[in-house]
Every structure is written in C-alpha cells, then in structure tokens.
C-alpha cells in the first residue's frame, strides 16, 4: 500500500512541477478550437450512483476552468481509449483503467482520479445463498464486452457458471431487475484517498471484493490525445487539485 501512496504521490508531485515549468501563454489547444470532444458511454446520465455522471460533472468542471465548450461522443466502452489515439476525440472519459494493452501511440493516460477493486452485484435477498463466484455454477453472471470485470470473470469463474455478456451496463441492469441475471460483474468504487465511493442503494448488495491483480490498484485514467497540445497537463493539474468526486 505504501508503495502505491508513493507512486501517486509522484505523479502529483511531477504533474506539478510540469505545470510550474509551463509558461502563461501555453494555452491548451484541442482538436476543434475552443472545444472539448469527449468520449463517454452514457448521453446523459442522471442517477447519483452512475460513474458516467460522476465522469461528466468533473470534466464540465475542468472545461468551465478553461473555458473550453464540450462536445460529448457517446460510444460503446469497449476499445474507446483507441479514440484519443486515432485523433478522434481530445479525451476519452469512459472510466477506462490504465492496463498496458490499452496504451497506444498517438494518445496518453492522465494520473488516475479513482480506482477499482472487483465485486459481484447481486439482490440482497440472496445474500446468504451467493459469496464467491465459484457459488454461480448454473447461475448467470453479467459483464460488460471490455471491460475489467469480463477479464476477472474469465479469469476466476469455474466451469459451469454461464456467463452472459452486453455492451452496456444499461442493457444489464434491465435484465438484472426482471431477473434473467442472477449476478453482475461491477466494481466499487474508491477515491484515492481510499474512500468508497457510493454506487448503489440498498436495493443490491456488493459481494466478493477483490483486487483484478492481487495487491495492485486498479487505477482509472483518462486517455488524452496527444495532438490536443497542453491538454495532458491541464487535466493533470486539475486531478492534483481536485478530488474526484465533486
């Protein structure tokens, strides 16, 4: 633990000091003058508890701050982060984890704003019933297409258990309610401070929490063009002085 506290505190320390060393006239320059084009997966998120909404109030917050307008791109989550790296979009903010195989040329990830640690989203009545993904074998599991959650599903469910994948949280969640899922492969979610972040009411439980990779945090980056001149350490900045959430 002491050792990811050191390497955030890096990445702030050298986000800073990549600020300080910038001059007044190092305006960022976005891919459309003047406008932000964002990649997110929700058109307009409205439940307190969605990540998206949590996403989409700290970047309007960052483009008020630099008086950038936003243009947001609504895109399936899987393989979004390629987006900034085929100049597509300035930011990809789709809550994409910084795992090495989603680094591409053409694009960079910022210091991480949160981060992750596995669970299983199930209803509460079946608390007693449900602890462990091996307790799903003839249950249905859902994940989102991309995601961290398919790779842990993959990785850790035993043979037997069925495994039903969308490409939205949405569509899962619908299929969640009328029961057609019996689980679903989701996240908690953490401050870097190491505060939970509330994802959920009391309507569902969050069992089986663990970390993706065994002692490392799973970090959650935005993924920044790198043609979009000053804007990496715009938002650097800006996730050094402002927690997430708002």
């Known amino acids: 633990m002491l050792k990811l506290l050191n390497h955030n505190w890096l990445t702030i320390f050298l986000t800073l000091i990549a600020v300080i060393g910038c001059t007044a006239d190092q305006q960022i320059q976005t891919l459309r003058p003047g406008v932000l084009t964002v990649a997110v997966t929700s058109g307009a998120p409205t439940n307190q508890y969605d990540p998206q909404l949590w996403i989409r109030q700290y970047v309007e917050q960052f483009a008020a701050e630099h008086e950038l307008t936003i243009s947001w791109v609504v895109v399936p989550f899987n393989e979004s982060w390629l987006l900034a790296s085929r ?13 090495p195989d989603r ?11 949160l981060y992750e640690r596995r669970a299983l989203r199930i209803n509460p009545e079946n608390q007693e019933r449900y602890e462990h993904i091996s307790d799903f074998i003839g249950k249905t599991v859902g994940v989102v297409s991309g995601m961290a959650a398919e790779r842990d599903v993959n990785s850790r ?4 258990v069925i495994v039903r994948t969308t490409d939205t949280f949405a569509q899962l969640y619908a299929e969640f309610d009328v029961g057609q899922l019996d689980a679903i492969a989701e996240a908690e979610y953490y401050a870097l401070d190491g505060q939970v ?3 959920h009411g009391d309507e569902v439980i969050l069992i089986d929490h663990h970390d993706l990779t065994p002692g490392q945090r799973e970090e959650s980056v935005f993924v920044v063009c790198d043609k979009s001149q000053n804007l990496l350490i715009a938002v650097n900045a800006f996730i050094a002085q402002t927690r997430f959430p708002l």
């Open 197 to 199: 972040i509330p994802s």
């Open 157 to 160: 469910a035993p043979d037997g």
């Open 87 to 99: 100049d597509e979009v300035d930011l990809v903010a789709t809550n994409v984890a910084n795992f």
């Open 103 to 113: 680094a591409y040329s053409g694009a960079t990830f910022s210091a991480p704003f």
